[in-house]
């Protein structure tokens, strides 16, 4: 993550099938809802849960003589994105129709960019683990309008169409055929996901379809893959079928682990796998065919007569370019260089650019590591058991901040803040005033702990020789200290008296 140039590849998925070992071969194709309050070619709005039908323009109901219109806004995001995934961003690129007919296509054509996409080539680093990542190339990014969404569950008769999603931009996500497992695929996406997240061009709500994964499996026997890198020659691989409109990072990867081994048993069985579309059934845990797999002909793609092609200027790319924010693997590296963190601790900090901006409040001028133990541990935990995220945090940077300030400077144990964290998570307030106003203070006065120090020595010689033949037992001082105290003395004070006093 610090420097992806270092790090190694992680091994293959082996299966190990009756003729042999089987290594697996994975594309992704990722559906992100680009994040905009209009369509990609109307001003409808995108707002999600509205009555069904009520954000549609003229134009996504195909209404005669209605024509697109470029949502600028969208064409940003996707450079803004094609930024983000160190691409190249095409300067000249053109719309085309793809023509099916479904009943929640409501043109009978999706308009798309098969031949001349907004964004080229670019790469997704994917951590795996300490000093192993996986180099994900990214073939292409291209914008297109969403379909509507068919309702069958509604009547036994019937079925309803609702064309709230008609018209919404996408952006379509291509990988290479780079990864090699289900939990690699499943952590691309969840790389994906948020660095899109921390772009600010799609909010990643798998739950509500915004971000959906058409994975593309295919079997191999090892050595082949090698082959396939070394010349770029398809035939090595083996034949893909793909799995539509995955949407849960779970689900990926048992639909991914099914399909490899249908496909080694089909295989081993003297069978030929054959390129279809297929759907996982997460109920039964298995694959089911939905189609054969159509190639671009099969949608008779033509340049859309309606759009022009759409020219940016470099100017206008830079401009983006010069906003885009601090990215998730420069902002582990960050962290593990600035704050001292490990990369373990970075990474879980900047999962979400919330919970990071919320860290560096805390730990500005401050210690980074009690810091990011206090966050990750107290808060994190706190929040995760609540089901809360935290934005809606009870307590504030501020607050957990001024907690940590009373640890550093002695005023409080480390047992005494998590019990006043507890009190501020429930009522609120200022940490300093609720330690002084409920006497949390610990006593940090060497005289006053030295008379309980030395009360409790001569109340207990039979353990005071103990201690001197074993100076491990000596900690029994510390804790009747401590304890006749109500917890309120400094360890450390104590430990040092007890220490002395002994002779030890």
Known sequence: MLDHLAFRDPEAKVIHGATGPWELVIGLEVHAQVASNAKLFSGASTLFGAEPNSNVAFVDAAMPGMLPVINEFCVAQAVRTGLGLKAEINLRSAFDR?????????????????????????????????????????ERIHLEQDAGKSIHDMDP??????????????????????????????????????????????????????????????????????????????????TRCEIKNMNSMRFIQQAIEYEARRQIAL??????????????????????????KEEAHDYRYFPCPDLLPLEIEQAWVDGIAATMPELPDAKVARFVRDW?????DASVLTAEAENAAFFEAVATRRDGKMAANWVINELFGRLNKQGLGI??????????????????????SGKMAKDLFEIVWTTGGDPAAIAAERGMKQVTDSGEIEKVVDAMIAANPAQVEKARANPKLAGWFTGQVLKATGGKANPATVTALVTQKLGL
């Open 267 to 292: 295989l081993e069985d003297g069978g030929k796998v054959v390129q279809e579309t297929r759907l996982y059934d997460p109920d039964k845990g298995e694959t089911r065919s939905m189609r054969s």
């Open 157 to 238: 008769n019937m079925s309803f169409v609702d064309l709230n999603r008609t018209g919404v931009a996408l952006m379509e996500i291509v990988s290479r055929p780079d990864i090699r497992g289900p939990e690699e695929a499943a952590a691309y996406v969840a790389k994906l996901r948020q660095i899109l997240r921390y772009l600010g061009t799609c909010d990643g709500n798998m739950q509500n379809g915004n971000l959906r994964a058409d994975v593309n499996v295919s079997v191999c026997r090892p050595g082949d893959y090698e082959r396939y890198q070394a010349t770029q020659d398809f035939s090595h691989l083996g």
């Open 340 to 344: 001292g963190l490990s990369e373990y």
């Open 391 to 412: 934005a809606a945090s009870p307590i504030s940077a501020a607050q957990l901040g001024g907690v940590l300030d009373l640890i550093s400077s002695g005023e409080i």
């Open 98 to 138: 793809k023509n099916y007919f479904y009943p929640d296509l409501p043109q009978g054509y999706q308009i798309s960019q098969l031949y001349h996409p907004i964004v080229g080539e670019g790469e997704i680093f994917v951590d795996m683990g300490p000093g192993v990542a996986r180099r994900v190339r990214v």
